[in-house]
């Protein structure tokens, strides 16, 4: 599934809003994954996070679920074809999520 273009709702605050799946880079070349609001272009949030030496396998992002992004994260990462492996990184006071592309 290609996540270019992709737009996603999701069930958030008052009702259901459109999002934008904008990609780019970590340091150590892994993706990032944002949400921009599809009607005004304002930055929603970062799905994923980077965490240095969690040795993820090609294909796995971390995505953090906890604090800002309870409720919206997993909804996200179902949306544009992720699922999650079970497997879990620590990461200071919480663990971020492994999740990995479905086949």
């Not at 934008?20 to 150590?28: A, H, L, P, R």
């Amino acid at each position: 599934m290609s996540i270019v273009d992709t737009v996603v709702y999701l069930d958030v605050g008052d009702g259901r809003h459109g999002f934008e799946v904008t990609t780019g880079f970590y340091q150590d070349g892994s993706l990032a994954l944002r949400l921009v609001a599809h009607e005004t272009g304002e930055p929603w949030g970062t799905l994923t996070r980077y965490h240095g030496g969690s040795d993820l396998d090609v294909g796995e992002v971390l995505v953090a679920t906890h604090s800002e992004n309870q409720g919206w994260a997993a909804q996200a990462a179902k949306a544009i074809g992720l699922e999650d492996t079970g497997r879990r990184v620590q990461s200071g006071w919480t663990d971020l999520e492994v999740w990995r592309w479905r086949e």
